[in-house]
């Protein structure tokens, strides 16, 4: 299509099919919108339709990773396990997107490259790879958090002539491993995942770690139509309660002092959550970890000690028990059998803080110890978490501000990870300084934002304006809250994507607020009952 082609003119444009995309889509359409979805991928669902490698699976539960919005869809979706593999999600996915009609107003294999606020016509220009033009009052960025993945540059890579693929960008089609020796780089939540599954049928595996991972083992017993039937007289309340918890899940932080137990209470109390085999224990057991080193301290030990159990030789064990950052102060994954893994003869782990990549060669990866031989390579290397969507698009605001520009030179700055002062009528699901771009059970957090956005929006129609944007003021107030409690906590001193360290050259910031998503909730809730003082109407 050229780029003299009228653009297609809409109330609202959204960017992203994934869980808070589509979810935007209904609340919107239920205003009386017309809205369109454009969406990069063939089908809905987002991460769940990105992440198709072998194991993925959530690790929030199923009865709280789902939508609230219709007790029908509540009523009719049995889950059949408590942690769902991928294509479970992938199929809940597309059953609401089929039940209500959503997918008419989605347009696939659209990605967005650009899209700027034309200030005299009050409305957004967006433009795609393709050529396509769009136009709309209002603009919602549902890019997701964790969807802009990131492959490190290595020396060499253009000669190696195995095959090679990023966790996010499985293929569909079925991958057979027999015999094949695999290299998987990464050891946080994907890389886990990949491991423990492909490790069985592998002939070789080779895992490069850089920084070892605290886990807690996973219970996920299948759901029947008994257990179904209870967990469905649970939903009034748990639809509440996840409204009013630190992450959004069904646990929120004991109300026991870990300096008012014993050590023999202690220990109990850890074994007690360790055994609920969820991320329960991360937050449920001993809340204090996040910001007394003691605490964590005392946590970090009973978690090694749990590595070390499971894993024969103990230079390997020592290898995969993270010593340089507490437990919890970045993603805790949930794993099956995955520190087994390290006791088949097949596999072999590399330190590669210890033993560096040097190069890729023809034939794998060659390291200061030597070359390793690899027919496949498997990138678990992460994402540009939280900002990389954003600033992969041309987004361009008030005076031809470009965001990206704007987060380079200033700092990552939103409003309540809602909106950016500059860029008016413009929306974020799961952005920088709110809950959901890292600790909130994603569902929770993006309808809560979704359900926010919409009624803000009606509410800017309804009183005769054409848009909203945070005052700049308010905007820094929230940056300087934001900035206050994530530095009252231990989460700053470890290296991770919560940090953006795991991408050169990004700002080195807490991406996602620390005040939980309870307290954010009622913020927002606040806000929009006195008529939203924190912005500029016009
Ligand atoms: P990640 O946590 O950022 O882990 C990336 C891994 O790649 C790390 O081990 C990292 O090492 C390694 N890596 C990156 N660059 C490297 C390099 N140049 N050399 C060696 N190693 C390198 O990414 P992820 O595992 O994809 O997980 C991202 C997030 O997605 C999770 O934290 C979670 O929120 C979400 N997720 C959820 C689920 C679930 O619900 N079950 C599953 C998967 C992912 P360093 O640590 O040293 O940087």
Known sequence: MSS??????????????????????????????????????AGVAGTWYWNRYPGARCDSTAECYQYWFSDELLNEWNWSERFPAQPETERYLNYVADKFDL??????????????????????????????????????????????????????????????????????????????????????????QVIQTIAPQVGHLTVFQRTATYAIPMKNPKYDAARMAELRQSYPEMKSLVHNTFTGNDYDFGTVLFQDLTPAQREARLWEFWHDGSLKFWVGAFGELFADQAVNDYVSDFVRARIRERVKDPVVAEKLCPKDYGFGTRRVPLETNYFEVYN????????????????????????????????????????????????????????????????????????MGLQVHGFPNMFMIMAPLSPAAAFCNVPTCSQQQADWIS???????????????????????????????????LVPKTKSWYMGTNIEGKQQRLLAYVGGASTYRLACDKIAEEGYPESVFS
């Open 344 to 415: 088949q003869p097949n596999v072999q782990l590399v330190d590669t803080t210890a033993d560096p990549i040097e190069c890729f060669t023809e034939n794998g990866i060659k390291t200061a110890s030597g070359e390793h031989q690899l027919d496949m390579m498997i990138f678990a290397t992460g994402f540009d978490a939280a900002t990389g969507a954003l600033t992969a698009i041309d987004v361009r605001g008030r005076d031809g501000l470009l965001l990206r520009d704007s987060w380079r030179q200033d700092g990552v700055r939103t409003w």
């Open 103 to 192: 997918k008419r107003d989605i347009q696939f294999h659209t990605r967005v490259n650009a899209a700027s606020f034309d200030e005299a016509a009050g409305r957004w220009h967006i433009t795609t790879t393709g050529g396509e033009q769009f136009s709309a009052q209002f603009l919602v960025m549902a890019t997701g958090g964790l969807s802009s993945p990131q492959v490190p540059a290595f020396k060499g890579y253009e000669n190696f002539k195995g095959t090679s693929v990023h966790t996010a960008r499985w293929p569909h089609e079925a991958v057979d491993f027999a015999g094949k020796r695999v290299g998987v780089m990464g050891t946080g939540a994907t890389g886990i």
């Open 4 to 41: 003299a082609q009228p653009a297609s003119s809409f109330d609202a444009i959204v960017i992203g099919a994934g869980l808070s995309g589509i979810y935007q889509l209904h609340k919107l359409r239920q205003l009386g919108l017309s809205v369109r979805v454009l969406e990069a991928g």
């Open 455 to 489: 009624n803000c929006i009606d509410y800017t129609r309804k009183h005769g304006k054409q848009s909203i944007e945070p005052t700049a003021d308010a905007e820094a107030r929230w940056g300087e809250h934001h900035d206050e409690l994530a530095n009252a906590t």
